[in-house]
């Protein structure tokens, strides 16, 4: 038969040399395949070898077979299994202790794990790296959840374990993240993010929202990892303040803006749900008027515009006679502006101010707890001004927070968030995955 012209000069034109490039697995024999099913099923041989026991080097006497069969990346299209024809081997020597063994190479997949280490290498970065779901990964490979979701762990955990992902840290924060709500009860499991706020990069998840957690967690970086951390920033939350007062009190204690607004809000919802009950005897309903501004109430001021606030003046008067959903508003409004003030003594000036007029009596009671709570906070909350005139870490903080919050999104086992987490937000080496093999 004629051939093509103009075939490049190099070209593999043995069938079987072909065959074993596009398998593409070293020091294999092709043994078959089967294209008939959905599945592909191609069946794989090691070339052979003289083996040596493990424990005494005498020669293995070859005992049989066992047929390993493990999910591989897609060929051309199709969904594959490989159908590894492992060797027996059992030592000639009956005193020896090593009676009989399979073969292994990690090459071609790592012990006890149902997938090829091409297959697990690149559902890692398919799951770790681009975020898509275990789901959608196991479905491309046609196989179930828990075999994509045991590579992306074992091969994540070695990734985002490696001693070099981070290093010194100038700006650290702590922050609570929920992870999961589990059983019927939707019990929320908490956990704590630590990270570079300045780089942007989650440096680790510990479980809970106790001091205890950061706390071993910062004793275990070192005395000279904690000596370089210059900021500091947390949520409103003693537990974190106590960890960082004990073990990095030389470093400036920053209190999240997004934090304290947010805490504004959530006691300008306090006063609204109160004065609901109060006035009309019943929790919130689509028809009340506090009820239907629920949402505006916590949006910023300067977002509304003029037709919006006229609705919401207009509810406030309806729901809220004694005007304390309005003056709770006020508030809230107030240390938002607290932001909008450049530097720290002009900031320090405000809060303090800020803080005597909240204690003032007449004000309803989630003012003056507001008032109190800012009393604590105010060195961390003007702290910021600080940071941020440096260059501040909040806004990485925040997007970070974001993200981490993204990828925690519903998981039933720390061990899968953390790994999952650090993979998507702590910037791993990837160009280390290729050298990974999972013990
Ligand atoms: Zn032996």
């Not at 070898?49 to 293995?60: N, Q």
């Not at 997949?109 to 196991?138: F, H, I, L, Y």
């Not at 650290?172 to 570079?196: M, N």
């Not at 209190?255 to 609901?276: G, I, S, Y």
């Amino acid at each position: 038969m004629p051939r093509p012209r103009n075939l490049p000069a190099d070209l593999e034109t043995d069938p079987k040399k072909v065959l074993e490039l596009l398998v593409g697995l070293p020091e294999v024999s092709v043994l078959g395949v089967d294209c008939t099913a959905p599945v592909v099923d191609l069946h794989v041989e090691k070339l052979a070898e003289s083996v040596g026991c493990p424990t005494c080097g005498v020669m293995a006497q070859f005992k049989g077979w066992r047929e390993v069969v493990l999910v591989d990346l897609q060929a051309f299209g199709k969904p594959t299994r490989l159908h590894w024809h492992k060797r027996r081997w059992r030592c000639a020597d009956a005193d020896c202790a090593t009676r009989s063994w399979t073969e292994q190479d990690t090459r071609i997949a790592a012990p006890r794990m149902a997938m090829t280490d091409r297959a697990g290498r690149w559902a890692t970065e398919q799951v770790g790296r681009c975020a898509r779901s275990v789901a959608e990964v196991a479905k491309e490979l046609v196989c179930d959840w828990h075999t994509v979701n045991d590579a992306v762990v074992r091969y994540g955990e070695a990734l985002v374990d490696d001693p070099a992902r981070f290093g010194a840290v100038s700006a650290l924060g702590l922050d609570e993240v929920l992870f999961v709500r589990r059983g019927s009860f939707h019990t929320k499991a908490f956990a704590t993010s630590i990270a570079d706020v300045r780089a942007g990069q989650l440096l680790d998840v510990v479980p809970g929202r106790s001091a205890r957690g950061p706390g071993q967690w910062l004793y275990d970086q070192g005395l000279e990892f904690c000596a370089g951390i210059e900021w500091a920033t947390l949520d409103l939350s003693g537990p974190y303040r106590s960890v960082f007062d004990a073990m990095v009190p030389g470093a400036t204690q920053v209190a999240d803006p997004f934090h304290v607004v947010k805490h504004a809000n959530a006691k300008l919802d306090e006063a609204r749900r109160r004065v609901q009950n109060e006035t009309l005897g019943h929790r919130g309903r689509k028809s009340d008027p506090l009820y239907r501004i629920r949402r505006l109430l916590t949006k910023a001021d300067e977002r509304l515009d003029d037709s919006v606030r006229e609705r919401l003046v207009g509810l406030l008067r309806a729901g809220d006679p004694r005007g304390e959903v309005a003056a709770t508003w006020h508030a809230k409004e107030a240390v938002r502006e607290l932001y909008a003030h450049g530097d720290e003594p002009t900031a320090r000036h405000w809060i303090e101010r800020l803080i005597a007029d909240m204690a003032d009596r007449d004000n309803p009671i989630e003012v003056r707890s507001l008032g109190r709570t800012l009393d604590r906070w105010k060195d961390q909350i003007v702290a910021w001004h600080r940071s941020h005139v440096s260059n501040g870490p909040t806004e990485a903080a925040n997007n970070l927070i974001k993200r981490v919050k993204r990828a925690a999104f519903g998981f039933t086992s720390f061990r899968n968030f953390r790994v999952r987490a650090l993979l998507y937000a702590g910037k791993p080496n990837w160009s280390l995955l290729e050298a990974i093999t999972p013990v």
